[in-house]
């Protein structure tokens, strides 16, 4: 237990370290936000999950729905090995990882660590997403 508590400690300080210290959300869109925002819609499945990923670092719950109704994979890992829901669950974005799941988000995949959203919820102490995840079949 000991081990298994320094290894999702040390990913945490990893991804925080990859994302940045500031604590600041980074912001992806630059000048014109509703052209970026259209050209985005645009991209291919393949360039969808980065996407994806942009709108839930940025906490836009509106932008996720929108990517994830033309299609956007849920489940898709980025080139970290994360999927959207490891980093909803990372950002503690409650209603986006609820649109994720309730998207097809597969609960039980692992980030090429092997952690889970469910282990990352509980390392963060967010008990509201650790029981979301719960109710989709997290174990």
């Known amino acids: 237990m000991y081990k298994k508590n320094i290894v999702i400690g040390v990913i945490t300080l ?13 912001s992806t869109f630059n000048g014109d936000k ?21 709108a839930i670092s940025n906490g836009d719950s509106k932008k996720v729905k929108e990517l994830l ?7 898709k890992k ?3 090995g994360n999927t959207p829901l ?15 799941v309730e998207a097809g988000a597969d609960p039980n995949i692992q980030d090429d ?11 963060n102490d967010n008990k509201e997403i650790v029981e979301l995840l719960k109710e989709h079949g997290a174990k």
Request: aromatic letters at 2%; charged letters at 25%; proline letters at 4%.
């Open 14 to 26: 990893l991804l925080i370290v990859l994302t940045g210290c500031s604590g600041e959300r980074p």
């Open 34 to 54: 509703n052209k970026d925002q259209q050209n985005e819609v645009k991209k291919d499945n393949q360039n969808s999950v980065e996407a994806l990923m942009d």
């Open 69 to 75: 109704s033309k299609d956007a994979d849920p489940n």
């Open 78 to 80: 980025d080139d970290l």
């Open 86 to 100: 490891i980093i909803s669950v990372q950002y503690g974005e409650v209603e986006i990882t609820k649109l994720l």
């Open 113 to 123: 660590l092997g952690i889970t959203p469910l282990a990352m919820a509980i390392e």
